[in-house]
C-alpha cells in the first residue's frame, strides 16, 4: 500500500510539472533567420497542441501558421545555464485569445511584423514563448512575444515563474492550514463521536450475546 501511495504521488508530480512547464512562460535567447506562413492539416494527434484561428476568423479544418525560424543559444539546467553553442528552433505565432492559455494574444501579425523585420539582421533578441517542440508531430512552441537584447550572453531571469511559484506554496500551505483546522475543529470530532458510538453499541451487542448464552447455558443446567 505505501508503494502504491508513493507511485500516485510521483505520478502526480510529474503531471503537474509537465503541465506547468508546457503552460508557464519560457525565454530563449535567439537570432530570428527568417519567417513564412505554412498551410497546416491538423490531425488528432497534434491538435491539442495548437491554440485557435486569430481574434475574429473561424474555425476551419486546415489554416495558414505563421512560422518564426531561428538560431536559438542552447541551454541546460532548464535554461538557466547558457551554452557557447546554438541550435534550430521553429516557433509558431498564433493568437491565444480569452482562452487558455491565459495569454490574452491578440497580435499575431504584429509580432509576425518584429520578427521578419529583425530576420534582416544579425541583432539578438529574447522570445518569450510556451509550449514544447516535438518534430515528429510537427507541434511548435507558441511565442507570445519578442524584444532585442543586447547580445547572446544576456541573462534572463524569469520572475514571473519565480512570483508564481511563490503564490503556489503560499496558497497551498493556506489551503493545508485550513484544512487541519477544519480537521480539528469538525472530521476529529465527528470521527470519535462515531467511534465512540460504535464502541457503545459494540458494546451493547456482546452484552446481549452474553445475556442470551448464559440464558440458554441456564436453561441447559435446568
Known amino acids: 500500500m505505501r508503494r502504491f501511495k508513493i507511485t500516485v504521488r510521483v505520478l502526480a508530480l510529474l503531471i503537474f510539472g509537465a503541465f506547468f512547464h508546457y503552460v508557464l512562460p519560457q525565454h530563449d535567447v535567439v537570432q530570428v533567420t527568417s519567417t513564412e506562413i ?37 541551454t541546460f539546467m532548464l535554461g538557466f545555464v547558457p551554452r557557447d553553442s546554438t541550435e534550430v528552433m521553429v516557433y509558431r505565432n498564433e493568437d491565444t485569445g480569452w482562452i487558455w492559455p491565459p495569454y490574452f494574444k491578440f497580435d499575431s501579425s504584429d509580432l509576425q511584423a518584429e520578427a521578419a523585420s529583425l530576420a534582416r539582421g544579425d541583432a539578438w533578441a529574447v522570445i518569450t514563448h510556451y509550449g514544447w517542440r516535438i518534430s515528429w508531430a510537427s507541434v511548435y512552441p507558441n511565442a507570445v512575444a519578442l524584444r532585442t537584447v543586447s547580445g547572446p550572453d544576456v541573462t534572463i531571469i524569469p520572475w514571473f515563474n519565480i512570483f508564481f511559484f511563490i503564490f503556489l506554496m ?17 472530521v476529529d470530532p465527528l470521527l470519535d463521536s462515531a467511534e465512540h458510538h460504535l464502541d457503545e453499541v459494540q458494546a451493547d451487542v456482546a452484552e446481549r450475546k452474553g445475556r442470551i448464552w448464559r440464558w440458554f447455558g441456564g436453561g441447559g443446567k435446568k
Do not use: C, H
Open 170 to 186: 503560499i496558497a497551498l500551505l493556506f489551503v493545508r492550514a485550513m484544512w487541519r483546522q477544519f480537521r480539528e475543529r469538525t
Open 38 to 74: 505554412i498551410r497546416t492539416d491538423f490531425s488528432s494527434l497534434n491538435r491539442i497542441f495548437y491554440a485557435q484561428p486569430d481574434s475574429g476568423a473561424a474555425e476551419q479544418p486546415t489554416r495558414d501558421l505563421r512560422l518564426i525560424n531561428t538560431e536559438k543559444k542552447k
